[in-house]
């Protein structure tokens, strides 16, 4: 798993929490934030967007990856995820999330994420082991 350097973390940290001020959450009222790190060392961020029809909410991982790839293109890899939830709340990534993340990250991308108390860190490969992708091939 790649190692961040302190300020980094602190970095990504500020900038998931600032994304998650504007999480448009009326119907759930969980605000979350995500600051993607990309290998040449730019960090896009998105928060959760909700719409009354509930399904159609797109979460704050997704929004960041699609607006990364609609300014910058899909070309850079991502090294490193910071999830943020205003809410104090437990944040792990959802499946549909990794799913879309696991197209564009590192293998061993570190994701940060807020567990009850405290950050948890895991490789991008522990959360979605058997990721639908063509890793098996490389
Ligand atoms: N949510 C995210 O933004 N990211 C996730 O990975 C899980 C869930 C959002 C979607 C919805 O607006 C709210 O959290 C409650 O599910």
Known sequence: MAEL????????RVAADAAATNAYAPYSGF??????LFED???VTGCNVENISYSLTI???????VRAIATEGATR??????IANLN??????CGACLQ???????????????AANDMIQKPFHELLPYAFSNWQKE
């Open 5 to 12: 350097a302190p300020e980094t973390i602190e970095r990504l």
């Open 31 to 36: 605000r979350v934030g995500a600051a993607l």
């Open 41 to 43: 060392g730019t960090v």
């Open 59 to 65: 979460c704050a991982e997704r929004t960041a990856l």
């Open 77 to 82: 890899k991502i090294v490193a995820v910071m």
């Open 88 to 93: 104090h709340a437990a944040s792990s990534p």
């Open 100 to 114: 879309m993340l696991s197209e564009f990250v590192e293998h061993d991308a570190v994701i940060w994420f807020p």
